[in-house]
């Protein structure tokens, strides 16, 4: 949530996307790799730098790019520390879910301190002008 809260909603909305971008792209490698590798410990690091190659020469979305590779390992240790793809393929999922409302959450409380502090006067509003005094 807080990594997608920001005081301007239209950067709020550039950190869900791409949050919510990168954590797929890490889910659907991580996944990938426990297809075609299974739950094996080796599989960690080819997934991590497969996740940062393909979110920084294929996707290339600079913000937050370091969720994909963050996802994938969640995937594939949860894997290997179970001993079986099915619960990497449950916690990559709740990943995702986890993400979206957090950054659904952030973009809502973004939203909302937009519309507090535009109702709110600036400092410069309150200080008396020094043009008069001259």
């Given amino acids: 949530m807080v990594a997608a809260s920001d005081p301007q909603p239209a ?3 550039k950190m869900f996307r791409s949050r919510l971008i990168n954590v797929m ?3 659907a490698v991580g996944l990938f790799f426990l297809l075609i590798g299974g739950a094996k410990e080796w599989l960690l690091p ?3 730098g497969t996740t940062v190659l393909v979110s920084s020469y294929i996707v290339r979305i600079k913000t937050m790019w370091r969720q994909a590779p963050i996802t994938a390992a969640v995937v594939i240790a949860e894997s290997v520390t179970h ?3 099915r619960v990497g393929l449950e916690q990559g999922l709740h990943k995702v879910a986890e993400v979206i409302f957090g950054c ?3 973009l809502l409380v973004s939203l909302l301190m937009s519309k507090v502090w535009m109702i709110q006067p600036s400092p410069e509003a309150l200080e008396p002008s ?3 005094n001259k």
């Fill in 11 to 13: 950067e709020a909305r």
């Fill in 25 to 27: 792209v890490g889910c």
């Fill in 46 to 48: 080819l997934a991590l």
């Fill in 83 to 85: 001993g079986e793809a």
């Fill in 104 to 106: 659904l959450v952030g």
């Fill in 130 to 132: 020094s043009k008069g």
